[in-house]
């Protein structure tokens, strides 16, 4: 297949909804990461993006709406004081779990009864969604398994030929992927953290906010029921080993350097991540430090790990996986 290119200007809009109302599957740029996107009340598209990705067909997608019809049209049952929670954070880096609504077919949400949804910022996003006049499927836009991309690039490297087109927009502005929030249970509860951070949503709820149990343990656990299915998959992992060094600054420090040189020593080409407990920081440049890295033969990366800040919580999640929970306290 070939890939077509599509600037977002307002030919290229208005070319990316037309291709996706016909069935196709076009990359387009959100605010989060660069997304995958078919019409999510299509199943023959929808199935169109497990391919592309290899993903597993249990992973639901999040559906991307720009305006209130679209909404009602994919979900439904909620309630006022649900229904204010989401207009004061969206649009945004925020996906709500909500109850489903018939209309959007079993591929979309794999087979579960609620629907994930997202109104993304992006006005890039919104106008394609609106171009294309129909809720938009559209899981991060890498190949299943490794780091979520933020550049035109990165999406290029992973769907050039699998796809019907790229909208080639600048770098993501937060890096990592939208938080992921239940409303369908008693608490409002955290499935993946993101950007929109636990204290954020605490301040608009006025009330509780949990994070799922499953964010705090490893997938071999016993106990291990993520209500993300996309939790429990191998993720983020780029072709280098990474390892996490955990511990105060100066000891994390001392520990890098020592193992840096231990693997120099034995031809192994390393390379370390410091943010310096930046978590915005480490949010905009992680999944792009990962591919870069990869492109430059890295063996090992060290990621520096001390003081997080709020949305570190969210970066450290996923940094956890890519190091196959491979975590050195010192
Ligand atoms: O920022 C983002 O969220 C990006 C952009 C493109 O919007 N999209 C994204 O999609 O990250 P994806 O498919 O890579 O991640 C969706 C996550 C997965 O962990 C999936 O299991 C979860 O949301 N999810 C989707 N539907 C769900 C549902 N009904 N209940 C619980 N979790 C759900
Ligand atoms: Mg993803």
Known sequence: MKTQIILPDEEGIAKAGQILRDGGLVAFPTETVYGLGANALDPVATRHIYEAKGRPGDNPMIVHVS??????????????????????????????????HPAVPDVTT????????????????????????VPIAAPSANLSGKPSPTT????????????????KGEQTVIGIESTV????????TILRPG???????????????????SLFQKPD???????????????????????????????VHEAIAKLSAEAVAS???????????????????????????????VDVIYIASY??????????????????????EV
């Open 110 to 133: 794999g087979g579960l009864d609620t629907v994930a949804v997202r109104w993304p910022e992006r006005k890039e996003a919104s106008a394609i969604i609106e171009a294309a006049g």
């Open 152 to 167: 035109f690039e990165d999406v290029a490297e992973d769907m050039d030929g699998r796809i019907d087109a790229i909208v």
């Open 221 to 251: 656990s016993d106990d291990f029921h993520p209500k993300s299915p996309g939790m429990k998959y191998k993720h983020y992992a780029p072709k280098a080993d990474v390892k996490i060094v955990e511990g105060d600054k100066a000891a």
């Open 195 to 213: 950007f929109i951070t636990k204290s954020r949503i605490e301040e608009v709820v006025g009330g509780e906010v949990k994070y799922d149990p």
């Open 67 to 100: 305006n209130l019809e679209m909404l009602n049209g994919v979900a439904r049952g909620f309630t006022d004081s649900q229904k204010d929670i989401m207009w004061k954070l969206w649009p945004g880096a925020i996906t709500f779990v909500l109850h489903k």
């Open 307 to 328: 003081d997080w800040d709020e949305v570190g919580f969210s970066v450290m999640n996923r940094m956890v996986k890519s190091a196959g929970y491979d975590i050195l």
């Open 267 to 297: 031809g192994i080409k390393t390379a370390v991540l410091d943010y310096e407990g930046k978590g915005d920081e480490a949010a905009v440049r992680y999944f792009a430090n990962l591919r870069q890295l990869d492109r430059d033969g």
């Open 181 to 188: 929030l239940d409303l369908t249970s008693d608490v409002p």
